[in-house]
């Protein structure tokens, strides 16, 4: 969680990770080319919205799993 955190900031952090965890070479066995990859999921809370601390986890769930679904190592956002 990044609290008080504007969309693109959040967006740049995610990616900043992803990155960083490709950068890192880890190897791992289970891995399609032998290193540690990430996918990131990133959903917005807006201060008006009446979204619970579940609604958004949820979207951010669902961004992940976008991110996984088209291809990997890779950040996916889903609004309010």
């Given at each position: 969680?990044?609290?008080?955190t ?6 740049k952090?995610g990616?900043a990770?992803r990155?960083g ?5 880890i190897?791992?066995?289970?891995a ?8 990131v999921?990133v959903a917005v809370?807006?201060p008006?919205?009446?979204d619970?601390?579940?609604?958004i986890?949820?979207r ?6 976008d991110?996984k679904a088209k291809g990997?190592?890779?950040?996916q956002?889903?609004?309010?």
């Open positions: 969680m990044l609290s008080e504007e969309t693109a900031e959040a967006l952090i990616e990770t990155s965890v490709e950068t890192l070479g190897p791992h066995e289970g399609a080319d032998g290193t540690v990859i990430i996918s999921g809370a807006v008006s919205a009446d619970s601390a579940d609604e986890l949820r951010a769930d669902k961004a992940l799993y991110a990997r190592n890779q950040i956002y889903r609004p309010s």
